[in-house]
C-alpha cells in the first residue's frame, strides 16, 4: 500500500509538496519520471460538485485503486463503518504553498479525516486481504502474536493477542494456542492456581435453541478455552480448564461454541465446548483466575486455545 502512495506522490509536481518519510519515495531510478499516466485516475474537480458518494471499485487480491480530488477546499474523507475491512485505504493530502507540509493518513472502517485548505487529494484503496491469495504456509499472519494494542494497566507494555492486525477482524477457521513450555508444579495444592488478565472480542453470542455435541445449549460460535497438556506427543492428554465462575461469568449459564464443537465432534461432556465468547465488555482488562489443584505434583503445559469456524468473526482476544 504504501509503495502505491509512492507512485501516485509522483503525480505532485512539487518535490517538495510529497510526503517526506521514505515508505513514500520511489526508487532514485525512477524518481521523477513516472511510467504511469497520472491523468488516468478517476478525477472530481472541486468546482463541478461538493460532494463525492460511494465511489468504489471492485478489486481482487492486491488490486488497487486511486481516485484524485482536484484543490477541493477543507476536504474531509471517510470510509464507511460496514465497508469491508480487508480494503484498506490511505489518503494523501499533498502539501501547500506557505511551507505547509503534505500528509498521509490511514482509514480503517468508520474512521474520517479532515485537512485544511486548498489541497490536493489522492485516496488509495489496496485490498489486503490475506485469504484471497496464499503463496506458502509461512506467507500467513501469525494468529497469536505480541502487540501493545489496547494495552493499559493492569497490562504493561505487550500482551499476547489472537487476532489479525489492529482494527481488523481475525480470519476464519482458526486452530492456534499459546501454549507455556513445561511447568513442574509443586505438590502442595494450597494457592496452585494460574492468574491472568483478559479482555476479548469475538463473534456475537448466539442463544438460538439449538444444541451442539451431546445435547449440550449452543451459547456461539468462536472461543478461547484454558486448557492444561499432559504428557508429550501423540501421547499427551488435554484438559479444558475454566476460571472461577466459569467461562460466561458467574451471573450467566454456559453453554457450547460452535468452532470448538468441530474440535471435539465426539465430545461427552458439555463443559469441553465451552469458552471465552462474545465480549468481555469494554476496553477494561479482567483479571481471571484457574486452579491448578488437580495437577499438583505433575508437569504441565498451560496453554490458550483459539476457535474460529468458517464465518463471521470480531477482533479478537
Known amino acids: 500500500l504504501?509503495?502505491?502512495?509512492?507512485?501516485?506522490?509522483?503525480?505532485i509536481l512539487e518535490a517538495d509538496q510529497r510526503p517526506s518519510g521514505p515508505e513514500y519515495h520511489m526508487?532514485?531510478?525512477?524518481?521523477?519520471?513516472?511510467?504511469?499516466?497520472c491523468s488516468s485516475f478517476p478525477t472530481f474537480w472541486s468546482d463541478a460538485q461538493t460532494a463525492v458518494e460511494a465511489a468504489s471499485a471492485d478489486l481482487p487480491y492486491g488490486g488497487a485503486a486511486v481516485w484524485r480530488l482536484m484543490l477541493p477546499e477543507s476536504p474531509s474523507i471517510s470510509v464507511p463503518a460496514d465497508a469491508d475491512p480487508w480494503m484498506r485505504t490511505k489518503v494523501l493530502a499533498a502539501g501547500a504553498a506557505g511551507g505547509r507540509p503534505a500528509e498521509v493518513k490511514e482509514l480503517r472502517p468508520g474512521d474520517s479525516?479532515?485537512?485544511?485548505?486548498?489541497?490536493?487529494?489522492?485516496?488509495?484503496?489496496?485490498?489486503?486481504?490475506?485469504?484471497?491469495?496464499?503463496?506458502?504456509?509461512?506467507?500467513?499472519?501469525?494468529?497469536?502474536?505480541?502487540?501493545?494494542?489496547?494495552?493499559?494497566?493492569?497490562?504493561?507494555?505487550?500482551?499476547?493477542?489472537?487476532?489479525?492486525?489492529?482494527?481488523?477482524?481475525?480470519?476464519?477457521?482458526?486452530?492456534?494456542a499459546l501454549q507455556t513450555p513445561p511447568i513442574a508444579l509443586p505438590e502442595a495444592t494450597e494457592g496452585l492456581e494460574l492468574t491472568f488478565s483478559?479482555?476479548?472480542?469475538?463473534?456475537?453470542?448466539?442463544?438460538?435453541?439449538?444444541?451442539?455435541?451431546?445435547?449440550?445449549?449452543?451459547?456461539?460460535?468462536?472461543?478461547?478455552?484454558?486448557?492444561?497438556?499432559?504428557?508429550?506427543?501423540?501421547?499427551a492428554s488435554i484438559v479444558v480448564l475454566a476460571p472461577d465462575g466459569g467461562y460466561a461469568g458467574n451471573l450467566?449459564?454456559?453453554?457450547?461454541?460452535?468452532?470448538?464443537?468441530?474440535?471435539?465432534?465426539?465430545?461427552?461432556?458439555?463443559?469441553?465446548?465451552?469458552?471465552?465468547?462474545?465480549?468481555?465488555?469494554?476496553?477494561?482488562w479482567l483479571r481471571q483466575r484457574?486452579?491448578?489443584?488437580?495437577?499438583?505434583?505433575?508437569?504441565?503445559r498451560l496453554e490458550w486455545f483459539f476457535a474460529s469456524d468458517g464465518s463471521g468473526s470480531a477482533e479478537g482476544f
Open 2 to 11: 504504501n509503495y502505491r502512495v509512492a507512485m501516485v506522490a509522483q503525480c
Open 27 to 37: 526508487p532514485e531510478s525512477v524518481r521523477e519520471r513516472p511510467f504511469w499516466d
Open 113 to 176: 479525516v479532515h485537512f485544511e485548505g486548498e489541497r490536493e487529494v489522492y485516496i488509495v484503496q489496496m485490498n489486503a486481504d490475506p485469504e484471497g491469495e496464499m503463496l506458502s504456509p509461512e506467507d500467513k499472519l501469525k494468529l497469536w502474536h505480541r502487540t501493545a494494542q489496547k494495552c493499559e494497566a493492569p497490562c504493561a507494555g505487550e500482551a499476547w493477542f489472537a487476532g489479525s492486525l489492529e482494527g481488523y477482524p481475525y480470519p476464519p477457521n482458526q486452530r492456534s
Open 198 to 235: 483478559a479482555m476479548w472480542d469475538m463473534e456475537a453470542e448466539d442463544r438460538d435453541g439449538s444444541e451442539l455435541g451431546s445435547s449440550c445449549p449452543k451459547r456461539g460460535w468462536d472461543g478461547v478455552q484454558v486448557r492444561a497438556v499432559i504428557g508429550e506427543g501423540a501421547s
Open 252 to 284: 450467566r449459564a454456559g453453554g457450547a461454541l460452535e468452532a470448538l464443537a468441530e474440535v471435539y465432534p465426539n465430545a461427552a461432556n458439555c463443559f469441553d465446548l465451552e469458552g471465552y465468547a462474545g465480549k468481555s465488555g469494554g476496553n477494561t
Open 290 to 300: 484457574v486452579s491448578l489443584r488437580a495437577f499438583a505434583g505433575k508437569t504441565v
